[in-house]
């Protein structure tokens, strides 16, 4: 069965620090990936995707992100973190097949110290 | 571009009342929404995908009866939680997409409805 998995429940990093937050998936043919950020009153915002091709993935907001099929992981990274990345994040991989549903990992809670 | 709204943002009934949720794309025609229920500090899980004009289609494990939702136009999607009880209770997200391949669309979340049964 499809599934994702977010090791990190809650991570603390101080303003200015480098971030990653790990992912990794469970599907049996190649993936579709997706980082979705969660903010306080505000619906997910899609940071970036993973298709096919250049492993490595540029999104909004300074964030990227590597897929790696040996590892079957797709970790999101960001060498320098703002006050205003604290919020929720959300792995998802996506499931073809009838209407293209996503599966969502559990979520990271991100903190930002000043 | 590509905005989702929902209505309400919160809402609180009491027990074994029906309560309405509206989801509409404001810039763009959904042929596909989503309805995803969310737990505190927990994740999202995918209760129902539907279809401009067609029957809904439930995951397993979610109640046909309970959760009834209409897809009446190609911006609006409407969820109703009959005779809500306090279980009931949960962050309600919806997610729309205007096109079936993966290349070239993505889903775009709402907001967001709290609902609280008492």
Do not use: N, P, V
């Given at each position: 069965a499809q599934s994702v998995t977010q090791p990190d429940i809650h991570i603390t990093v101080s303003e200015g620090a480098s971030l990653e937050l790990r992912c990794n998936y469970s599907y049996g043919a190649t993936p579709y990936l997706f980082w979705y950020v969660q903010s306080p009153g505000q619906g997910l915002q899609l940071l970036l995707k993973y298709f096919?091709?250049?492993t490595l993935v540029q999104g909004i907001k300074g964030f990227e992100a590597e897929f790696k099929r040996s590892q079957s992981s797709f970790n999101l990274r960001k060498p320098s973190v703002h006050w205003s990345d604290a919020a929720e994040y959300f792995c998802a991989v996506g499931v073809l097949g009838g209407y293209n549903k996503l599966i969502f990992g559990a979520g990271t809670r991100l903190a930002v110290h000043p | 571009g590509a905005v989702v709204s929902q209505h309400p943002s919160w809402v609180i009934c009491k027990s074994g009342t029906s309560v309405k949720i509206e989801c509409r794309s404001l810039d763009f025609q959904a042929t596909t929404m989503f309805w995803y229920r969310q737990f505190p500090k927990q994740s999202l899980m995918l209760m129902a995908t539907s279809n401009e004009g067609s029957k809904a289609t439930y995951e397993q494990g979610v109640e046909k009866d309970k959760f009834l939702i209409n897809?009446?136009?190609?911006?609006l999607s409407t969820l109703t939680v009959t005779s809500a009880h306090p279980e009931d209770s949960s962050f309600y997200i919806c997610s729309a997409r205007?096109?079936?391949?993966?290349n070239t669309d993505t889903q775009y979340f709402g907001p967001g409805t709290r609902l609280t049964v008492l």
């Open positions: 096919s091709g250049d | 897809h009446a136009s190609l911006t205007d096109r079936a391949g993966w």
